[in-house]
């Protein structure tokens, strides 16, 4: 079984900065691309960030030149630098992985979510 565990969020007060961690564990071959999530209330889960295992990444518009992820292959963890934060980054932020087990299938895992809050 793969879990995916964020960590990080936390209430911050706008122009600020918080750095989440996603960790993976279980039993797996390899984990390929990892992406972080939002969803705000009221609104549809979309994506933020995404980084391949070759380190190639994509952004949403809005947090471009913000946000940064990045991730440890060895550790098999995922990081998101947010900085410049504002109020409208307010949401749950979702951990997903492209997940390869050892039975040969690719799962597509969801942690549980990180509260991030940015006070204006």
């Known amino acids: 079984q793969v879990q995916l565990v964020e960590s990080g969020g936390g209430l911050v007060q706008s122009g600020g900065s918080l750095r989440l961690s996603c960790a993976t564990s279980?039993?797996?071959?390899?984990?390929?691309?990892m992406a972080w999530y939002r969803q705000a209330p009221g609104k549809q889960r979309e994506l933020v960030a995404r980084?391949?295992?070759?380190?190639?990444?994509n952004y949403a518009d809005s947090v471009k030149g913000r946000f940064t992820i990045s991730r440890d292959n060895a550790k098999n963890t995922a990081y998101l630098q947010m900085s410049s934060l504002r109020p409208e980054d307010t949401a749950v932020y979702y951990c997903?992985?492209?997940?390869?087990?050892?039975?040969?299938?690719?799962?597509?895992?969801w942690g549980q979510g990180t509260q991030v809050t940015v006070s204006s």
């Open positions: 279980g039993s797996f071959v390899s984990i390929d691309a």
């Open positions: 997903n992985a492209d997940v390869l087990t050892r039975a040969g299938r690719l799962i597509y895992p």
């Open positions: 980084i391949t295992s070759i380190r190639s990444t």
